[in-house]
């Protein structure tokens, strides 16, 4: 069941991310049986490392602190909806639950290609019902607005 309380986590390590410069406006959460297992943000600029997304740092932090590859009975909260990248991440791990704020329209208004590569790779119409769930959009968005007044480097 979506708690605001998560996405406000994600929220405010995207904004950790943005002030830090580590990369864009995205933060993540990983919940599981109503605590926080661990959160992330995009660090694809300050570790040079074109895989680390808010969801993959997210999820490489609560694998490591539960000892396990398996993140089943997790839930992932995340301010955009994952890329094709992400999702395969988050499927891998076998995240049970995704809420996202904002879509991948909005990733691309701000300059990603997230839309580009979803297409490229098929789209989502295959994932299970209810697996991902756009929630807070607006906070999320407000997010989004605030790293693109800043002038950090575009990738």
Do not use: Q
């Not at 995704?98 to 329209?105: D, M, Q």
């Amino acid at each position: 069941m979506y708690k605001k309380e998560y996405m406000d986590l994600a929220v405010k390590e995207a904004r950790e991310g943005i002030l830090s410069r580590d990369g864009g406006p995205f933060g993540a959460v990983v919940v599981k049986n109503g605590k926080v297992i661990a959160s992330g943000h995009n660090r694809v600029l300050s570790s040079n490392d074109s895989t680390c997304h808010g969801e993959i740092d997210a999820i490489r932090k609560a694998e490591s602190k539960l000892g396990t590859y398996d993140l089943s009975g997790c839930e992932l909260y995340t301010t955009g909806e994952p890329c094709p990248m992400c999702l395969a991440a988050i499927l891998w791990a076998n995240i049970e639950k995704v809420y996202f704020g904002c879509n991948l329209s909005d990733n691309e208004r701000i300059g990603f290609r997230d839309a580009r590569f979803d297409e490229l790779l098929g789209g989502r119409a295959k994932l299970p019902e209810g697996f991902m769930e756009e929630r807070d959009r607006e906070t999320c968005l407000e997010v989004f607005r605030e790293y693109e007044e800043t002038d950090g480097k575009r990738y």
